[in-house]
């Protein structure tokens, strides 16, 4: 492969070029690409101390900060491998991702110590090995974030890798089963780097405010392309998102850009117009939807707060990256849309269960080949070989295109509901149950049905103050879906109560189990 600077390699270009520009923050500390690149290289340096070897695994339990920055570029410049874990998993669930890639050593959040406890006597990680990070004294066994890095030069680390190298072992999020490993190398990220920066239009003169977390593809792709291009990364390092405080930090830290998922939107538009005209956001040219299926009232709400900024969607995947993106000028016109192939990525396909292509219109299940997709699952060569159709990649997803060559994702493969024979797909009868004025959030999943072998149910959580009846939902949906689609019942919870992922999915699997 020709070569491809890394994303270490990329921060040391920056620190000569740009030494005292701000490279990355979060919204209480910041570093001049100059500090950055030296806190990262004696990082890289400590880990190699360590006894850790090119091609090692280390793995991350954090919640969002700027070390990640800093994590990041270190692993990237020692040839190591990051495995950053979703921080809500709990003991057992971190213990099968420690196993499953077998590391090495593992960085883990003063606040998520507790994660770690429960499984310490059951990890193979040799003691001197386990890293706390956090500004409290570091708990007997572990070493001290800040007192690796002390102990360590800030000179280039000796390690050299290669574009075809695993940089990151990305675990998906495991809303159909156990997570899985998505192995994603160095090359790739550079290539979705340079395709990033030329289809969404970024420069270094961009600031980017990283909210999902940085144990998600999002954050980690976005943060590689603007730090690529010697733009600044500032990282929301709050642990819940509030959406006052988000407009708020939108306007201190002068962003240009951020991405977020439909539930994150949704939230900030619930907030009173005196709130909104609070923070005025004329900073932002650019905001992204994304990590979930974007309902039509909800991209409509965002484009008019926001209107001095371009809206996008993307359509991807930890293992896909990037595949379609729905631009500025299409939001309109292509409303409910992820829009066309991604440039640089090659042509979508849309298969029926015999690996046909589907009639223009018609479901059938998306399979991409991107130039950045990932190298396979760890370990699991079957699962890998399941996933393509020669060098197209499926996630699993259901899509339609139209004769524009559109794309609109109708649901997960593992969410169609099957009732009486139909194929109903949920975010179809979501889309229109979210229209409802009383509705702030809804799922609808499958319940188990005697004669249908499968009905329609809702769980749906209300705007705040408002209150209505099944009856009353169902009969919205009398007027706006088929009568085979139409909820057979409907429940109303709290968002407590909802399950989802760290991004924001909502987890069908779990409302389906709770049945």
């Given at each position: 492969?020709?070569?491809?600077?890394?994303?270490?390699?990329?921060?040391?270009v920056n620190a000569?070029?740009?030494p005292?520009?701000?490279?990355?923050?979060?919204?209480r500390r910041?570093m001049?690409?100059?500090?950055?690149?030296?806190?990262?290289c004696?990082?890289?340096?400590?880990?190699?101390?360590?006894?850790?070897?090119?091609?090692d695994r280390?793995?991350?339990?954090?919640?969002?900060?700027?070390?990640?920055?800093?994590?990041y570029?270190?692993?990237?410049?020692a040839?190591?491998?990051?495995?950053?874990?979703?921080?809500?998993?709990?003991?057992?669930?971190v213990?099968?991702?420690l196993?499953?890639?077998?590391?090495?050593?593992?960085?883990?959040?003063?606040?998520?110590?507790?994660s770690?406890?429960?499984?310490?006597?059951?990890?193979s990680?040799?003691?001197?090995?386990?890293?706390?990070l956090g500004p409290?004294?570091a708990?007997?066994?572990?070493?001290a974030?800040e007192?690796?890095?002390?102990?360590?030069?800030?000179t280039?680390?000796?390690?050299?890798t290669?574009?075809?190298?695993t940089?990151?072992?990305?675990?998906?999020s495991?809303?159909t089963?156990?997570?899985?490993?998505?192995?994603r190398s160095?090359?790739?990220?550079?290539?979705?780097?340079f395709?990033?920066?030329?289809?969404?239009?970024?420069?270094r003169d961009?600031?980017?405010?990283?909210?999902?977390?940085?144990?998600?593809?999002?954050?980690?792709?976005?943060?590689?392309?603007?730090?690529y291009?010697?733009?600044?990364c500032?990282?929301?390092?709050?642990?819940?998102?509030?959406p006052?405080?988000m407009l708020?930090a939108?306007?201190?830290?002068?962003?240009?850009?951020?991405?977020?998922?439909?539930?994150?939107?949704?939230?900030?538009?619930?907030?009173s117009?005196?709130?909104?005209?609070k923070?005025?956001?004329d900073c932002?040219?650019?905001?992204?939807?994304?990590?979930?299926?974007?309902?039509?009232?909800?991209?409509?709400?965002?484009?008019?707060q926001?209107?001095?900024s371009?809206?996008?969607?993307?359509?991807?995947?930890?293992?896909?990256g990037?595949?379609t993106?729905?631009?500025?000028?299409?939001?309109?016109?292509?409303?409910?849309s992820v829009g066309?192939?991604?440039?640089?990525?090659g042509?979508?396909?849309?298969l029926d269960?015999?690996?046909?292509?589907?009639p223009?219109?018609?479901?059938?299940?998306?399979?991409?080949?991107?130039?950045?997709?990932?190298?396979g699952?760890?370990?699991?060569?079957?699962?890998?070989?399941e996933?393509?159709?020669?060098?197209?990649?499926?996630?699993?997803d259901?899509?339609?295109?139209?004769?524009?060559?559109?794309?609109?994702?109708?649901?997960?493969?593992?969410n169609?509901?099957?009732?009486?024979?139909?194929?109903?797909?949920?975010?179809?009868?979501?889309?229109?149950?979210?229209g409802?004025?009383?509705?702030?959030?809804?799922a609808?999943?499958?319940r188990?049905?005697a004669?249908?072998?499968?009905?329609?149910?809702?769980?749906?959580?209300?705007?705040?103050?408002?209150?209505?009846?099944?009856?009353?939902?169902?009969?919205?949906?009398s007027?706006?879906?088929?009568?085979?689609?139409?909820?057979?019942?409907?429940?109303f919870i709290a968002?407590?109560?909802?399950?989802?992922t760290?991004t924001?999915?909502?987890?069908?699997?779990?409302?389906k189990s709770?049945?």
């Amino acid at each position: 492969m020709t070569p491809l600077l890394s994303m270490g390699e990329t921060l040391s270009v920056n620190a000569y070029l740009y030494p005292d520009k701000m490279g990355a923050c979060d919204l209480r500390r910041s570093m001049s690409f100059r500090v950055w690149n030296q806190r990262a290289c004696r990082l890289a340096n400590a880990l190699l101390g360590l006894g850790l070897v090119k091609g090692d695994r280390i793995a991350v339990l954090a919640y969002n900060c700027v070390e990640w920055m800093e994590i990041y570029a270190a692993t990237a410049k020692a040839g190591l491998v990051a495995v950053p874990i979703n921080f809500r998993l709990l003991g057992d669930d971190v213990l099968y991702i420690l196993n499953d890639c077998a590391a090495r050593a593992l960085i883990v959040q003063d606040e998520l110590l507790d994660s770690v406890a429960a499984i310490r006597d059951l990890l193979s990680i040799p003691g001197s090995n386990l890293i706390h990070l956090g500004p409290t004294a570091a708990p007997a066994g572990f070493t001290a974030y800040e007192s690796l890095l002390g102990m360590a030069a800030d000179t280039e680390p000796p390690a050299k890798t290669k574009p075809e190298d695993t940089w990151v072992l990305m675990y998906t999020s495991g809303t159909t089963g156990k997570p899985k490993g998505a192995m994603r190398s160095h090359g790739s990220h550079a290539l979705l780097n340079f395709a990033t920066l030329l289809d969404m239009g970024f420069s270094r003169d961009d600031t980017c405010l990283l909210v999902m977390p940085m144990c998600h593809a999002n954050s980690l792709n976005f943060a590689s392309a603007f730090s690529y291009t010697g733009a600044t990364c500032c990282v929301y390092d709050r642990k819940s998102f509030d959406p006052e405080h988000m407009l708020q930090a939108l306007s201190e830290t002068h962003s240009t850009f951020t991405s977020l998922v439909p539930t994150h939107y949704v939230m900030m538009m619930g907030l009173s117009q005196t709130l909104k005209a609070k923070y005025p956001a004329d900073c932002v040219r650019k905001l992204l939807i994304s990590s979930a299926p974007a309902r039509r009232d909800t991209k409509i709400a965002i484009m008019e707060q926001f209107r001095n900024s371009q809206l996008l969607e993307l359509y991807g995947s930890t293992e896909q990256g990037w595949a379609t993106l729905l631009r500025p000028s299409e939001q309109l016109s292509k409303l409910g849309s992820v829009g066309r192939e991604f440039t640089g990525s090659g042509r979508i396909r849309l298969l029926d269960e015999e690996g046909c292509e589907v009639p223009e219109g018609e479901v059938g299940e998306l399979y991409s080949r991107t130039p950045w997709c990932f190298e396979g699952y760890w370990n699991l060569p079957e699962k890998t070989a399941e996933a393509f159709r020669g060098s197209y990649l499926s996630v699993g997803d259901m899509a339609r295109r139209d004769a524009d060559g559109f794309y609109t994702l109708v649901d997960r493969k593992n969410n169609m509901i099957i009732s009486g024979g139909e194929n109903i797909y949920p975010s179809e009868i979501e889309n229109v149950l979210g229209g409802h004025p009383k509705i702030r959030d809804v799922a609808v999943i499958g319940r188990p049905d005697a004669k249908w072998g499968e009905a329609v149910h809702a769980v749906v959580i209300l705007r705040e103050g408002e209150t209505t009846t099944e009856g009353e939902i169902v009969e919205w949906c009398s007027a706006r879906l088929a009568k085979y689609k139409r909820p057979k019942s409907v429940a109303f919870i709290a968002e407590s109560e909802m399950p989802r992922t760290a991004t924001g999915k909502i987890q069908h699997r779990i409302l389906k189990s709770r049945q």
